[in-house]
């Protein structure tokens, strides 16, 4: 029986409930008074729940789709506005014990170049990032309980942290290493991280133990109930994803729904952010020996139905897709994406080889965040180096009020313009600076709120002077 509120992974992430909503989807694919209820419900803002989004994911009717990316389009629009969150992934150590079959850090692969950053090693990142003009990274590291133990992982979040270069600060370091005790992540919470991030690789169980043949990450449960000792340790963002491509990605969608479904219920609290990456190229992997590939139009679907299904949670797209495929799906409902990306352990402070083989996966958008940031620009989006929400308390429940309620947008609108000025005035070439001094004039003017409209202002003509100290 489908129980989402059980705390067993069985239970909230049940197979049977899956197959049957698969099997429900294919019997009304083509039932349009269902459809037409279904997407009349979405238009309300509310989601919908995994039965609903499946039948939505298996309708081929053109006009249908069609009508489904223009309504993912407007509810990002009513969540989250025209802001595209940028950030950047850290590789601390890429010493892996597991043995996945779709990741070149498994054990066995002896031909990666096994890396581990010292603390001067990662000031040495950390002062690259911030002078790209980065203020929010996404640490990464292997699971080894000798090589990367919690208290390294700690002892670099306090590094990164503490390190102010120039006009430059990490301002929120959310973490994705493999799931843990309770104590470790009261230990994260204590080490001020922003989100705790754990990708589920896939939802299929008998898949998943064929996938992760030895290594802790063999336990199936232990890794899917991860977000519920996250939030028992008092962690309040979390962030699902799967690695589609190693499932039917059908499959994959109603799982990583159902996820989110329990978290609200237990916890009362959705996933933070739901990321869609894909499998690529790599080291000792190719992702054509999987079977579950999806074309970019599939894709793109999935990314419009995530939107529309769970319409508050954060949607991260990162440099594993191609310029083309990240605009073809920034209008269905994205709100993060990394930009000047490296996937190699100390990629930023040396210049990559093209021997190096520490890489996780090959980066398809290898521009620099200078010209992400232009190009987001030129495309209607202010690009957004905001952290203003964790470093002021607005997390788990208290974000979540906020922006179910689509308030969210009174602080992150200005925030975001805030920060974009920030990054021009330390950071920008004179072309991409120039650009965005004139967005900046035009957002200001059509912030409603007249307060706020003139608090944003002041702080903008501060930034000019050297101020840093604002939030809203």
């Known amino acids: 029986m489908y129980d989402k509120k059980s705390l067993n992974a069985d239970d909230f992430i049940n197979h049977e409930e899956i197959l049957a909503t698969l099997k429900y989807a294919d019997e009304h694919k083509d039932d349009m008074p269902l459809i037409r209820e279904i997407i009349e419900?979405?238009?309300?803002?509310?989601?919908?729940?995994?039965?609903?989004?499946?039948v939505l994911l298996a309708c081929e009717d053109e006009e249908i789709i069609a009508e489904i990316y223009k309504l993912a389009e407007a509810i990002k629009q009513d969540y989250y506005g025209n802001r595209i969150v940028l950030f950047a992934p850290l590789y601390l150590s890429n010493y892996c014990i597991n043995g996945c079959l779709y990741c070149p850090y498994h054990g066995k692969n002896k031909n990666i170049r096994r890396v581990k950053l010292t603390q001067e090693q990662i000031r040495d990142e950390v002062i690259a990032l911030?002078?790209?003009?980065?203020?929010?990274?996404?640490?990464?590291?292997?699971?080894?309980?000798?090589?990367?133990?919690?208290?390294?992982?700690?002892?670099?979040?306090?590094?990164?942290?503490?390190?102010?270069?120039?006009?430059?600060?990490?301002?929120?370091?959310?973490?994705?290493?493999?799931?843990?005790?309770?104590?470790?992540?009261?230990?994260?919470k204590d080490a001020e991280i922003g989100t705790y991030i754990l990708f589920q690789e896939t939802y299929n169980k008998e898949s998943y133990l064929k996938l992760h043949p030895t290594g802790p990450?063999?336990?199936?449960?232990?890794?899917?109930?991860?977000?519920?000792?996250?939030?028992a340790g008092g962690i309040d963002d979390v962030g699902l994803g799967?690695?589609?491509?190693l499932e039917l990605y059908r499959y994959e969608f109603a799982g990583v729904l159902m996820h989110a479904e329990h978290l609200e219920a237990v916890h009362g609290v959705g996933p933070h952010t739901i990321s869609m990456p894909r499998v690529k190229p790599a080291d000792d992997i190719d992702p054509d020996e999987f079977d579950g590939g999806i074309s970019d139009e599939i894709f793109a679907k999935l990314c419009a139905l995530i939107r529309i299904a769970v319409p508050y949670t954060g949607m991260i797209i990162s440099t594993?897709?191609?310029?083309?495929?990240?605009?073809?799906?920034?209008?269905?409902?994205?709100?993060?994406?990394?930009?000047?990306?490296?996937?190699?352990v100390g990629g930023y402070a040396e210049e990559e080889l093209p021997e190096d083989n520490s890489s996780q996966f090959d980066v398809?958008?290898?521009?620099?965040l200078d010209e992400v940031v232009n190009w987001l620009m030129r495309l209607g989006y202010i690009p957004s180096f905001c952290t203003a929400c964790y470093r002021a308390g607005r997390t788990g429940d208290r974000f979540m009020e906020l922006c179910k309620n689509m308030q969210i947008l009174n602080c992150c609108h200005p925030n975001a313009l805030l920060t974009l000025k920030e990054y021009l005035e330390d950071y920008a070439s004179p072309d991409t600076?120039?650009?965005?001094?004139?967005?900046?004039?035009?957002?200001?003017?059509?912030?409603?709120n007249e307060k706020i409209r003139k608090k944003t202002a002041d702080y903008l003509n501060g930034i000019a002077d050297g101020s840093r100290d604002f939030r809203f």
């Open 364 to 368: 398809s958008d290898r521009r620099t």
């Open 320 to 344: 594993r897709e191609s310029q083309k495929v990240r605009e073809m799906v920034l209008p269905l409902g994205v709100s993060q994406i990394s930009g000047g990306s490296k996937t190699s």
């Open 217 to 231: 990450k063999h336990d199936y449960d232990y890794h899917t109930e991860a977000m519920d000792r996250a939030m």
């Open 130 to 188: 911030q002078d790209m003009g980065h203020k929010r990274l996404a640490i990464e590291a292997g699971e080894h309980p000798e090589m990367n133990p919690i208290e390294y992982i700690l002892e670099s979040i306090d590094t990164i942290y503490g390190i102010h270069h120039k006009n430059g600060a990490i301002r929120r370091i959310n973490v994705n290493i493999a799931a843990t005790t309770v104590e470790n992540y009261k230990k994260l």
């Open 41 to 54: 419900k979405a238009k309300k803002r509310k989601g919908l729940d995994h039965r609903e989004a499946s």
């Open 242 to 245: 799967v690695l589609f491509g």
């Open 433 to 448: 600076k120039k650009l965005g001094l004139e967005m900046i004039q035009k957002e200001i003017s059509v912030i409603p």
